[in-house]
């Protein structure tokens, strides 16, 4: 089930809201977690079984990895009950997101030497890799002792399960909901005033920009590589920039106000990333779940900074060639992280992230910047190794053949102003972040805005998606 799907607008999200608005509070979490397997199961079907049976697991382990009389006792007992769990989640990642992958390399080299190996070829749970982040993050913390195992099935369910965040984030931490669990909602109808206009800023983002700019970003990547003109491969390049970008902080401001319709503070996910002076400075500001993710779970138990400059760079490269496998079982999502990932070293090492940040300079590194990422978001698209490669060397070979007649055909005017209008992004200052802005602020501009996104902009995008002119969000498929 999506979140612009006729079903979820009109009859389950309806549902929900009623429910935990008439039902006694103390019962908020018990309809959230019947409610988010049912929304859970509704796209994913069986695999609804296997999300239940991980969820059983960790919840098993939880008390056992408390650094207290509740644990086995001993620490190097938890310690390997602790990488235990962590292997079972990760082993149910590796098998359902990477098998076919890994099967495909092996079948290729076995092909060289005149061998043949099977493909294994297994349907992709939705939200796989999200879950299992959550999972890892729960138990991870327990062990360090941050927060308290959860007793209560139902609480725990209310956490993983959650349907706001369950098929593409943001990422929640335990540690930044566990205290939100267990209270009861005081002032329901105030919070979902509060969520209101944070999910319809989403989903006139997704309804209205990202879906539109869809056709002509998928015309542009399928051009063959004889066909691809400077023209096309940098319109795409530009389009997907915005088309993701609208499609997944468009996904994350529905969830956040989701959430706080349902009583919870989700972490934010975005914070104007195309204002970025640095590609450092992006990844404080794009998918910072994630971002918060990798660090507290992989970087920092490396060693993080604390080893000096050479464990430092080595560090960076394992967060982002693991971050770009996270994101998909291809090359071009590895390349794409080992891309990123020399980046970072690169501005670390000759202190370009730190380097002061004059007016003059500013514009200049902003426009770097953003080049840097729309060259890696071609990785990120493209079908294939060969045509990110097409694309790139397009974009750096200026010529003046213009466009196919298939991609004009895609360009329509509605779409060419759309376009213009989203890359306004592009220009915008760093702060203030529209979304929380929206969703807390009671300025006259931000009621203004709040009055236009909830009128004009859902009216729109519900005529959208009532016309099933939707598509599903980027980041389920991962």
Known sequence: MSF?????LWYFLPAMLVAVLVCPRAWRNGIIAVGSLVF????????TLLLIACMVVNFLAGPALEPDDWGLGG???RRRLLIGVIGFDLSILLVWKYAGFATEQIAWFAQLFGGDFPVAELALPIGISFFTFHHISYIVDIYRGERRALRNPVSFGTYIAMFPQLAAGPIVRYHEIADQLPQHRHHRLDDIAAGFPRFALGLCKKAVIADSLAPFVATCFATPADEMTFAIAWLGAVAFTLQLFFDFSGYSDMAIGLGRMLGFRLPENFARPYSAVTITDFWRRWHMSLSRWFRDYVYIPLGGNRSGGHKTYRNLWIVFVLTGFWHGAA???VIWGVYHGALLVLERATGWAAAPESTGPRIARRALTLVLVIIGWVFFRAPDLGQALSMIGHMFAPDLDGLTDVAASALTNQRLVLLLLAAVVFVLPATPVMGP???SARTRP???????????GVAYAAILVATGT??????YQF
């Open 4 to 8: 612009v799907s006729p079903l979820f």
């Open 40 to 47: 859970y199961a509704t796209g994913a079907g069986s695999f």
């Open 75 to 77: 620490s190097s007992r």
């Open 331 to 333: 090359w071009t999502y």
């Open 437 to 439: 802005l929206l969703e």
């Open 446 to 456: 931000a009621n203004a805005l709040r009055v236009g996104v909830m009128t004009v």
């Open 470 to 475: 939707f598509s599903p969000f980027l980041y």
